[in-house]
T-cell receptor, first 113, second 112 residues
Framework: DAEITQSPRHKITETGRQVTLACHQT?????MFWYRQDLGHGLRLIHY???????NKGEVSDGYSVSRSNTEDLPLTLESAASSQTSVYFC????????????FGSGTRLTVV | KNQVEQSPQSLIILEGKNCTLQ??????????LRWYKQDTGRGPVSLTI?????NTKSNGRYTATLDADTKQSSLHITASQLSDSASYIC???????????FGQGTTLQVKP
């Protein structure tokens, strides 16, 4: 069965370190998204991609970067982790740009100490 | 400002009872409204999706309604079960970009 997987599920890192969160989907979806979820906020869009070599900034992109070298993967990199980036991160994919078929991964809980 | 607001923030009900969750939005232009269920430690899973022209949509014991004139939606859960304990998130999509605006969610706890 097709799926979207995130790794690691939990990560603790130190302030200033570079961290990469993985997202891999086997739906063959063109569109992939990264969100963060914090108490008191709805999910907020960090970065998104509409296809290979395409990346775009979301509403909370500062301090994050993504790259899309193939259809299946959209890794999220924190260039220099900060305590404000402690959060739960969700990857999602969809079939079309306005598609109803939005599928989320199970999330990565990141703690920056 | 484009916002999605949900109420109540949290809710406790007894197993077998019904409940209704509310969602008000100011997103414009509007494409569709979705309700997601998020279990603890998991990603959101879609329950229903309604376009501008749809007033109601059901998925088993879940029934969502939409009033596009007042920009309000509700999610009604019938005969609640312990497995309904979760966060329920209302999400509105822009019609010109497909971007999603998420509400903060309502946390539902169903007690035996």
């Amino acid at each position: 069965d097709a799926e979207i997987t995130q790794s690691p599920r939990h990560k603790i890192t130190e302030t200033g370190r570079q961290v990469t969160l993985a997202c891999h989907q086997t739906w063959n979806h063109n569109n992939m998204f990264w969100y963060r979820q914090d108490l008191g906020h709805g999910l907020r869009l960090i970065h998104y991609s509409y296809g290979v070599q395409d990346t775009n900034k979301g509403e909370v992109s500062d301090g994050y970067s993504v790259s899309r070298s193939n259809t299946e993967d959209l890794p999220l990199t924190l260039e220099s982790a900060a305590s404000s980036q402690t959060s739960v991160y969700f990857c999602a994919s969809s079939e079309g740009r306005y598609s109803d078929g939005y599928t989320f991964g199970s999330g990565t809980r990141l703690t920056v100490v | 400002k484009n916002q999605v607001e949900q109420s109540p923030q949290s809710l406790i009900i007894l197993e077998g009872k019904n409940c209704t969750l509310q969602c008000n939005y100011t997103v414009s232009p509007f494409s569709n409204l979705r309700w997601y269920k998020q279990d603890t430690g998991r990603g959101p899973v879609s329950l229903t999706i309604m376009t501008f022209s749809e007033n109601t949509k059901s998925n088993g014991r879940y029934t969502a309604t939409l009033d596009a004139d007042t920009k309000q939606s509700s999610l009604h859960i019938t005969a609640s079960q312990l497995s309904d304990s979760a966060s329920y998130i209302c999400v509105v999509s822009f019609s010109n970009t497909g971007k999603l605006i998420f509400g903060q969610g309502t946390t539902l706890q169903v007690k035996p």
